[in-house]
């Protein structure tokens, strides 16, 4: 096969690659982008993302000039409160949710380039529109956002990656499909110098100046799954693309590259129990069970187990997967009351759902398997221990409960109003944390501290940003800001190499 040779090389086609394939493109003219999946399967986890980013802001008036471009006055007419982001509430949310494990230097990184990321991707005609009602509340007609991510692509995570495969078009970048890399290239001063991939003409070589490793993390590698994130969890659903095994990952250890971060946690949410094992990218989101925080959370012994109330959704969504993961059978069930059902978001009404009703919580337990005794004395329990207040989904209202362990710290509300609705859910995996330690250049560190020459990572498969849990729209963000920082650097490496 006739030998080829490309400035750039960037494996994997998801949002971080092909920011990081744009990027680079800006600094040289020969760039490729190797995507193992077919056509059909393209853009990994990216695809389908509900497209949300969290980035720093001053409020609506500030980003209608470079960001909400197509907001009309109608739209702003009907919007009464949408939240300035600062640095600061950005960076303290992450430390929060991280238990303050969260590498600082990648934070700030990610922090303080995600507003110009943002208008930079709207310059590759991504468009941008606010989140109604996913991330607002409509009281008296008018639109209250919250939460710290406001804004998302059009068309959602497909929209976002179909108008980046199309800007990269334009730019005379090929996306090459069904072809793997399987291996890092390295010439005799151990500078990476290409990758052997797998296509459907066979193995192959291609030499690049310098390569982007973006495929992604490891959760749809079930051994890798059970290896390092422990038992159980090769048993998981996997939400998104079967694609992410763990490839970029592995093949920069192998030349010895760093590993970083938090290796035995991840990104996982309470999904529909019936949902496909692996993600299916034409319901994408409806298994998705996100209003746990307005009633509770019990397992097939009719116990809690959670803190359901403990803060707002988008800073604990991302780990009561691993919460469910350790009850019997991976199975819990949430359990709402008629005043609350009528609040639960849109996933609750759709066809494919695994839901149960009944006039009493004896009848619900015995549709669900459970002991009927044991589920009416957690919710007698749970019911006397709510305090009096004023319920507010809007904020961290403090009607908790006093003297139930675990409490339930806010939006405590008693299951008293019958019908009531149970929705059995279990753990859907989204993405690893654990993966390769970058500089502030996005060049991919070894073992001793130093930069392979030439490796460059961004997305899913760079580790040491998130620890424990993760705030909402933080993960296409970190790829867009991380990958078109390793494309410069890439690009601009390509230039110094002779
Ligand atoms: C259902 C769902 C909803 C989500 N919603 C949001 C949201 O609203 N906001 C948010 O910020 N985040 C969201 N996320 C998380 C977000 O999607 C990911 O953090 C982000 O898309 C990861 O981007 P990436 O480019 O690193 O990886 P991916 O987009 O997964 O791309 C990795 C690519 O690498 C390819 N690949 C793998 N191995 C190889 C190989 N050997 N050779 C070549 N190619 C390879 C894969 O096929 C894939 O195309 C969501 C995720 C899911 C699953």
Same mark, same amino acid.
């Given at each position: ?71 009309? %006055? ?62 607002? !509340? ?18 959602? $995570? ?27 290239? %390295? ?29 992604? @993390? ?27 095994? $763990?490839?970029? !990952? ?32 034409? !319901? ?36 009561? $997967? ?17 005043? !609350? ?31 009927? $005794? ?66 502030? %250049? ?40 991380? @990958? ?15």
């Amino acid at each position: 096969m006739e030998k080829q040779e490309y400035d750039v090389v960037v494996v994997g086609a998801g949002n971080a690659a092909l920011c990081a394939a744009l990027s680079a493109r800006e600094q040289v003219k020969r760039v490729l982008v190797l995507e193992k999946a077919g056509m059909s399967e393209r853009c990994g986890n990216s695809y389908f993302a509900d497209g949300g980013f969290r980035f720093v802001h001053q409020g609506l008036e500030d980003i209608r000039r470079d960001v909400l471009l197509d907001l009309s %006055q109608a739209e702003v007419d009907s919007i009464e409160i949408f939240p300035a982001y600062s640095s600061d509430k950005y960076y303290s949310d992450l430390m929060t949710v991280t238990d303050h494990q969260s590498n600082e230097e990648l934070a700030r990184l990610l922090i303080d380039n995600s507003r110009d990321t943002v208008r930079w991707l709207g310059g590759y005609t991504i468009r941008w529109l606010p989140m109604f009602n996913r991330l607002s !509340i409509v009281v008296n007609g008018k639109h209250r956002f919250h939460g710290g991510v406001t804004v998302f692509a059009s068309g959602g $995570g497909a929209g976002l990656v179909t108008s980046l495969v199309a800007a990269a078009g334009r730019k005379g970048i090929e996306v090459r499909y069904d072809t793997a890399a399987r291996r890092l290239i %390295q010439n005799r001063s151990g500078a990476v110098a290409g990758v052997e991939v797998r296509g459907p003409e066979g193995i192959y070589e291609i030499a690049a100046r310098s390569v982007v490793l973006a495929s992604g @993390g490891f959760e749809a590698n079930a051994e890798w799954r059970a290896r390092y994130l422990g038992r159980g969890w090769d048993l998981c659903h996997v939400r998104g693309t079967r694609h992410n095994t $763990g490839d970029g !990952i592995r093949m920069a250890l192998d030349i010895g590259a760093e590993p970083h971060g938090n290796w035995s946690s991840c990104h996982a949410v309470p999904w529909d129990v019936s949902a496909p094992v692996l993600g299916d990218r034409t !319901i994408i989101g409806d298994y998705q069970k996100y209003s746990y925080h307005l009633g509770i959370m019990v397992n097939l012994q009719g116990r809690r187990f959670a803190d359901e109330g403990e803060s707002y959704r988008l800073f604990t969504y991302a780990k009561f $997967g691993r919460e469910i993961i350790n009850q019997p059978n991976r199975t819990a069930i949430q359990i709402f009351d008629r005043k !609350i059902t009528p609040l639960l978001r849109d996933e609750y009404r759709v066809r494919h759902v695994t839901k149960v009703e009944s006039d009493t919580v004896e009848g619900l337990a015995e549709k669900l398997g459970i002991e009927p $005794g044991a589920l009416v004395r957690t919710v007698n329990e749970f019911n006397s221990a709510c305090q009096p207040g004023t319920f507010n989904q809007e904020i961290l209202d403090g009607k908790r409960t006093i003297g139930i362990d675990p409490p339930k710290s806010n939006w405590a509300v008693p299951l008293d109003t019958p019908p009531y609705a149970a929705f059995v859910t279990t753990c859907g995996i989204t993405f690893t944390y654990g993966g390769l330690r970058i500089n502030s %250049q996005g060049a991919v560190q070894d073992t001793s501290g130093r930069s392979i020459p030439g490796l460059y990572a961004a997305g899913e498969l760079v580790g040491g940003l998130f620890y424990n849990s993760y705030p909402g729209g933080t993960g296409l963000m970190a790829g867009a800001v991380f @990958g078109r920082l390793a494309g410069a650097s890439a690009g601009k490496s390509a230039q110094s190499v002779a």
